[in-house]
């Protein structure tokens, strides 16, 4: 007997669905790709710009050259390209500059979605509208990101919050995404050597755990109320996270405290305000370290919009998607990778890398290493006023080729953060301040790690 096997949509499972839906994302990447791909052909050839004069376009003529095909490809494509665009924006020293420059546009212009989408999706979360859950809702998103976008609000006691509300659809289109993204990793770590020292697989495997850690708001909202804990733990009232308003907080809703204040990368409103901005900036530093110190947490995207000084003068975090955590262990090998730098210390901090598991200690030249290390860092360590972090990490790059030399996760974000932070120091501070080698980020490491561990 012949079995008819049906393939429409109610029909099929979701397995079968979720392969259906990557393989429609795979041609319309290609098709993205080929699309942008031929209008920077066309901007070679000059073939763009005679169609925009045959036109009779008005107006500034904008060319499309390489960073840019990327840039609008990426942004056309949607939330998980818009993510490693902001990490191409991110990596000076790591991407052609004229590319990060680019793709720092994937940092601000970030497409919001309509009033009608928040209001569905506050219906199917909460069960009721979003007039018998706010006071007032501004119909206007205050900022558009690529997971979420913030809506400023009123509670119906009265109080002032933001509102996150997570992009419709997001989390099949970036499972789609990733699914793509492995297939082409495990091609590239086949066929290209040196790609595959870089372990593409690993970085695609971090992209998509960063990625659905970051779409549970529930998850950042227990993160916010655990940073508090710690700050209120470690006896520090200068440092804080927004207040959590659990009772309007879903999966893909965030509620809470509204911050009013300055970023940190306003250095003209800081610098000519009511406060101390260097030692403000100090004070956030030091609460970010102590939560590193104190629990083995730390925030893990201090980029400028996620670190502001209050109205009221105490500093402010937001924005906890990205943490990262150390058990007891890594804690300590963090503690000394950093007092390695204060100290000059390259031989430690070549033991350090070691223990972290970071390079084979079994085929590794110690000795070269530390030279390596040495050569690389040392001009940190003894900054000029031009010096920036960023500038080192071609040579970074090149000694962890050599060496073989992979650095765990959680180590990697804090370098990261690491770098933002030197940026906001010499902003504020002076450009011959690094935040590595100050002695008063040196004393309150000291002091709090003595102190913690009693």
Known sequence: MDVLISTSPDTLSISQKRRWGAVRRWFRVQWTFVKFAALFVGEMLG?????????????????????VAWRLAFEELGPTYIKLGQMVASGDGLFPR????????????????????????????FGRPKSEIFATFDPEPAAAASIAQVHYARLRTGEEVVVKVQRPGIAERMRDDVAIMHLLARVLAAVVPHVKLANPVAIVEDLERTLFEELDFRREARNMDEFNAIMA?????????PTVYWGHTRGRVLTMERFRGWRVDDTEALLGGPYDAEAKLLAGIRGWFQCMLLRGFFHGDVHAGNFMLLEDGRVGFLDFGIIGRFDDAQKLMIAEYVLSFQTRDFERLAAVLVRMGSVDAGNLDRDAFTRDLTDVFTPMVNATAEFKIKDILPDMMRVSIKHRMRMPREF????????YLDRYAKAIGGPTMNVLTDSRVMGFLMEDMVRFAS
Request: with cysteine; hydrophobic share 45%; proline share 3%.
């Open 98 to 125: 004229r590319y990060a420059e680019e793709f720092r546009k994937c940092l601000d212009n970030v497409p919001s979605f309509g009033l009608e989408a928040v209001e569905a999706i506050l219906r199917e979360d």
């Open 47 to 67: 073939l763009r710009r005679l169609a925009w004069r045959l036109r009779g376009a008005r107006g500034a003529y904008v060319r499309i050259t390489g960073p």
């Open 412 to 419: 990697v974000l804090v370098t990261k953060q690491l770098v």
């Open 233 to 241: 733990a470690a006896g520090n009232t200068e440092v804080v996270a």
